[in-house]
Protein backbone atom coordinates (compact mmCIF):
# COMPACT_ATOMS: atom_id res chain seq x y z
CA UNK A 1 0.00 0.00 0.00
CA UNK A 2 1.49 3.09 -0.87
CA UNK A 3 0.77 6.40 1.05
CA UNK A 4 1.54 10.04 -0.18
CA UNK A 5 3.36 11.78 1.82
CA UNK A 6 1.72 15.01 3.69
CA UNK A 7 2.42 18.16 2.03
CA UNK A 8 2.62 21.33 4.19
CA UNK A 9 0.70 24.45 2.59
CA UNK A 10 3.16 27.55 2.86
CA UNK A 11 2.46 31.02 2.37
CA UNK A 12 3.24 32.13 -1.44
CA UNK A 13 5.74 34.13 -1.55
CA UNK A 14 6.31 37.62 -3.90
CA UNK A 15 9.93 37.13 -4.52
CA UNK A 16 10.30 40.36 -2.59
CA UNK A 17 11.86 39.42 1.19
CA UNK A 18 10.65 43.26 2.28
CA UNK A 19 7.27 42.60 0.77
CA UNK A 20 6.72 39.06 2.51
CA UNK A 21 7.93 40.51 5.88
CA UNK A 22 5.77 43.20 6.11
CA UNK A 23 2.63 40.69 4.87
CA UNK A 24 3.60 38.59 7.29
CA UNK A 25 3.90 41.40 9.79
CA UNK A 26 0.50 43.00 8.77
CA UNK A 27 -1.28 38.96 9.55
CA UNK A 28 0.35 39.38 12.72
CA UNK A 29 -0.64 42.59 13.75
CA UNK A 30 -4.29 41.83 12.53
CA UNK A 31 -4.43 38.76 14.17
CA UNK A 32 -3.47 40.00 17.53
CA UNK A 33 -5.99 42.91 17.21
CA UNK A 34 -8.40 40.25 16.08
CA UNK A 35 -7.93 38.13 20.14
CA UNK A 36 -7.79 41.70 21.65
CA UNK A 37 -11.14 42.16 20.52
CA UNK A 38 -12.51 39.35 21.21
CA UNK A 39 -11.19 39.53 24.88
CA UNK A 40 -12.33 43.12 25.08
CA UNK A 41 -15.81 41.93 24.00
CA UNK A 42 -15.67 38.92 26.35
CA UNK A 43 -15.17 41.50 29.22
CA UNK A 44 -17.88 43.63 28.18
CA UNK A 45 -20.21 41.00 27.84
CA UNK A 46 -19.10 40.08 31.63
CA UNK A 47 -20.08 43.75 32.87
CA UNK A 48 -23.21 43.88 30.80
CA UNK A 49 -23.90 40.47 32.71
CA UNK A 50 -23.11 41.73 35.97
CA UNK A 51 -25.05 45.05 35.60
CA UNK A 52 -28.23 43.38 34.43
CA UNK A 53 -27.48 40.83 37.51
CA UNK A 54 -27.44 43.63 40.09
CA UNK A 55 -30.25 45.69 38.24
CA UNK A 56 -32.54 42.67 38.66
CA UNK A 57 -31.53 42.49 42.39
CA UNK A 58 -32.20 46.55 42.75
CA UNK A 59 -35.55 46.02 40.97
CA UNK A 60 -36.30 43.33 43.67
CA UNK A 61 -34.81 45.21 46.41
CA UNK A 62 -37.04 45.15 49.64
CA UNK A 63 -37.02 47.69 52.45
CA UNK A 64 -39.34 47.67 55.65
CA UNK A 65 -40.01 50.63 58.07
CA UNK A 66 -42.27 51.23 61.08
CA UNK A 67 -44.92 53.25 60.66
CA UNK A 68 -47.32 54.53 63.59
CA UNK A 69 -50.20 56.77 63.56
CA UNK A 70 -53.06 58.11 66.41
CA UNK A 71 -56.57 58.58 65.68
CA UNK A 72 -59.47 56.54 66.79
CA UNK A 73 -57.20 53.88 67.11
CA UNK A 74 -53.30 54.02 67.93
CA UNK A 75 -51.83 51.51 64.72
CA UNK A 76 -48.15 50.13 64.85
CA UNK A 77 -47.60 48.39 61.69
CA UNK A 78 -44.62 47.17 59.24
CA UNK A 79 -44.43 49.00 55.66
CA UNK A 80 -42.53 47.51 52.31
CA UNK A 81 -40.95 50.81 51.21
CA UNK A 82 -38.63 48.94 48.86
CA UNK A 83 -39.47 47.88 45.04
CA UNK A 84 -39.50 44.06 45.63
CA UNK A 85 -41.32 41.77 48.06
CA UNK A 86 -40.16 40.91 51.73
CA UNK A 87 -39.72 37.37 52.92
CA UNK A 88 -40.39 38.10 57.14
CA UNK A 89 -38.09 35.32 58.54
CA UNK A 90 -38.11 35.88 62.31
CA UNK A 91 -39.43 39.53 64.18
CA UNK A 92 -38.82 40.25 67.91
CA UNK A 93 -40.14 43.27 70.17
CA UNK A 94 -39.20 44.63 73.26
CA UNK A 95 -39.97 47.07 75.65
CA UNK A 96 -37.13 48.22 77.85
CA UNK A 97 -34.92 45.04 77.04
CA UNK A 98 -37.42 42.52 77.45
CA UNK A 99 -39.06 40.44 74.81
CA UNK A 100 -42.86 39.82 74.80
CA UNK A 101 -44.44 37.09 72.11
CA UNK A 102 -47.64 38.76 71.70
CA UNK A 103 -49.20 42.48 71.72
CA UNK A 104 -51.74 41.88 74.94
CA UNK A 105 -48.36 40.87 77.02
CA UNK A 106 -46.66 44.10 75.37
CA UNK A 107 -49.72 46.21 76.02
CA UNK A 108 -49.66 45.06 80.27
CA UNK A 109 -45.75 45.91 80.07
CA UNK A 110 -45.63 49.23 78.64
CA UNK A 111 -48.62 50.83 79.41
CA UNK A 112 -50.21 49.18 82.03
CA UNK A 113 -53.29 47.63 79.49
CA UNK A 114 -55.77 45.72 81.30
CA UNK A 115 -57.18 42.94 79.30
CA UNK A 116 -60.53 42.98 77.76
CA UNK A 117 -60.76 46.84 77.83
CA UNK A 118 -60.54 47.08 74.06
CA UNK A 119 -60.26 44.86 71.17
CA UNK A 120 -56.82 44.95 70.48
CA UNK A 121 -55.95 43.83 66.89
CA UNK A 122 -53.15 41.98 66.09
CA UNK A 123 -51.72 39.35 63.05
CA UNK A 124 -49.24 36.63 62.16
CA UNK A 125 -45.96 38.71 61.06
CA UNK A 126 -43.04 35.86 60.62
CA UNK A 127 -43.36 33.80 57.99
CA UNK A 128 -45.60 36.39 55.37
CA UNK A 129 -44.19 37.57 52.55
CA UNK A 130 -44.96 41.58 52.32
CA UNK A 131 -45.28 42.89 48.71
CA UNK A 132 -43.83 46.68 47.96
CA UNK A 133 -46.28 48.97 49.08
CA UNK A 134 -48.05 46.72 51.79
CA UNK A 135 -48.49 46.99 55.36
CA UNK A 136 -48.46 44.78 58.30
CA UNK A 137 -49.89 45.23 61.51
CA UNK A 138 -47.71 44.81 65.01
CA UNK A 139 -51.24 46.07 67.07
CA UNK A 140 -53.95 48.49 66.70
CA UNK A 141 -55.41 49.83 70.00
CA UNK A 142 -58.71 51.96 69.54
CA UNK A 143 -59.36 54.29 72.06
CA UNK A 144 -62.20 53.49 74.01
CA UNK A 145 -63.45 55.14 77.43
CA UNK A 146 -62.25 52.15 79.61
CA UNK A 147 -58.74 52.12 78.07
CA UNK A 148 -57.96 55.98 77.95
CA UNK A 149 -55.19 56.00 80.51
CA UNK A 150 -53.34 53.05 78.69
CA UNK A 151 -53.92 54.60 75.11
CA UNK A 152 -52.54 57.94 76.13
CA UNK A 153 -49.44 56.13 77.55
CA UNK A 154 -49.30 53.76 74.18
CA UNK A 155 -49.53 57.27 72.43
CA UNK A 156 -45.50 58.25 73.62
CA UNK A 157 -44.40 54.98 73.97
CA UNK A 158 -44.80 53.96 70.35
CA UNK A 159 -42.15 56.14 69.59
CA UNK A 160 -40.03 55.70 72.62
CA UNK A 161 -36.44 54.27 72.78
CA UNK A 162 -37.49 51.70 74.98
CA UNK A 163 -39.31 50.02 71.93
CA UNK A 164 -37.22 47.95 69.63
CA UNK A 165 -38.70 46.10 67.17
CA UNK A 166 -36.08 43.79 65.33
CA UNK A 167 -37.14 42.26 61.98
CA UNK A 168 -34.66 40.08 59.53
CA UNK A 169 -36.10 39.80 56.20
CA UNK A 170 -35.02 38.49 52.88
CA UNK A 171 -35.24 39.11 49.28
CA UNK A 172 -36.02 36.42 46.42
CA UNK A 173 -32.82 36.09 45.97
CA UNK A 174 -32.28 35.35 49.87
CA UNK A 175 -30.34 38.19 50.69
CA UNK A 176 -31.20 38.94 54.15
CA UNK A 177 -31.41 41.63 56.53
CA UNK A 178 -32.41 42.58 60.06
CA UNK A 179 -32.57 46.17 61.73
CA UNK A 180 -34.41 47.75 64.51
CA UNK A 181 -37.06 49.68 62.48
CA UNK A 182 -38.33 51.89 65.21
CA UNK A 183 -34.43 53.44 64.67
CA UNK A 184 -35.61 54.24 61.08
CA UNK A 185 -32.23 53.40 60.04
CA UNK A 186 -31.76 53.55 56.25
CA UNK A 187 -29.05 51.18 56.06
CA UNK A 188 -30.20 47.58 58.10
CA UNK A 189 -27.33 45.12 58.71
CA UNK A 190 -26.90 42.37 56.00
CA UNK A 191 -26.72 38.98 57.57
CA UNK A 192 -26.36 35.88 55.67
CA UNK A 193 -29.19 33.88 57.20
CA UNK A 194 -31.90 34.94 59.83
CA UNK A 195 -32.20 33.31 63.47
CA UNK A 196 -35.31 32.55 64.80
CA UNK A 197 -35.43 34.49 68.20
CA UNK A 198 -35.48 33.36 71.62
CA UNK A 199 -38.80 34.86 72.28
CA UNK A 200 -40.25 35.51 68.49
CA UNK A 201 -43.14 37.94 68.68
CA UNK A 202 -46.36 36.36 67.68
CA UNK A 203 -50.27 36.60 68.38
CA UNK A 204 -51.75 35.55 71.89
CA UNK A 205 -53.18 32.54 73.04
CA UNK A 206 -56.53 32.11 73.13
Known sequence: MHIDPEHHMEPRKSGNRGFDIAITI???????????????????LERMADA??????????????YNTS?????NMSIVNDGVGPAKIEAIEVQW????????????????AFI?????????FIA??????????????LPHTPADDAAWNVLDRSRVSRRL?????FCSVFDQCW??????????PHEVSRCVRPAVPYGIPER
Not at 178 to 187: A, W
Open 96 to 111: AGRSYDNAVDLLKACC
Open 115 to 123: PKTADVQYE
Open 26 to 44: CILLVSVSSLIIAIVHSRT
Open 178 to 187: VDDIVRFSLT
Open 164 to 168: TVNVC
Open 52 to 65: NAKLVEANSWPFLS
Open 70 to 74: NGPSI
Open 127 to 140: GRVLRAGQTINILT
